[in-house]
Nanobody, 124 residues
C-alpha cells in the first residue's frame, strides 16, 4: 500500500484543518487506518484510528476535537482537526495496518505502511 498525506499548513489557534491520506496498491477497505504525529525532538505519537468496520479511537489529547473518517470509494482517510492548539503543531503521518489489536493501536510498530507526512503548524 502506498500512502500520500496532504492538507497540512499554517493556521491560527482555534482554526480547523482537514488532512487527507490517499491510498493505492491494495484493497483499502480491508485496512485499519491511523494518524500519528511527531513534533521535533519527540517520539511519534498516536492520534486516531479507524478500523475496517468504522470503529474509531482517539488519543487523549485530541478527543472531542479531531475526527477520523474514511471513504472507501475514494481510498482515502481523513482527519478533521477542530479547535487547533499550538501543541498540535507536528508532522502528521498516516499509517495502515492489515491487522491490528485494538489494545496496541498506539504502537507505531503495529502498522505496516506509512505515508510521507504533512506539516501542521498552529500559531498562538
Amino acid at each position: 500500500v502506498q500512502l500520500q498525506a496532504s492538507g497540512g499548513g499554517l493556521v491560527q489557534a482555534g482554526d480547523s484543518l482537514r488532512l487527507s491520506c490517499a491510498a493505492s496498491g491494495r484493497t483499502f477497505r480491508n485496512y485499519a487506518m491511523a494518524w500519528f504525529r511527531q513534533a521535533p525532538g519527540t517520539e511519534r505519537t498516536f492520534v486516531a484510528l479507524i478500523t475496517w468496520n468504522d470503529e474509531t479511537y482517539y488519543g487523549d489529547s485530541v478527543k472531542g476535537r479531531f475526527t477520523i473518517s474514511r471513504d472507501n470509494a475514494k481510498d482515502t482517510v481523513y482527519l478533521q482537526m477542530d479547535s487547533l492548539k499550538p501543541d498540535d503543531t507536528a508532522v502528521y503521518y498516516c499509517a495502515a495496518a492489515e491487522f491490528i489489536y485494538i489494545s496496541r493501536r498506539s504502537r507505531a510498530t503495529e502498522y505496516d505502511y506509512w505515508g510521507q507526512g504533512t506539516q501542521v503548524t498552529v500559531s498562538s
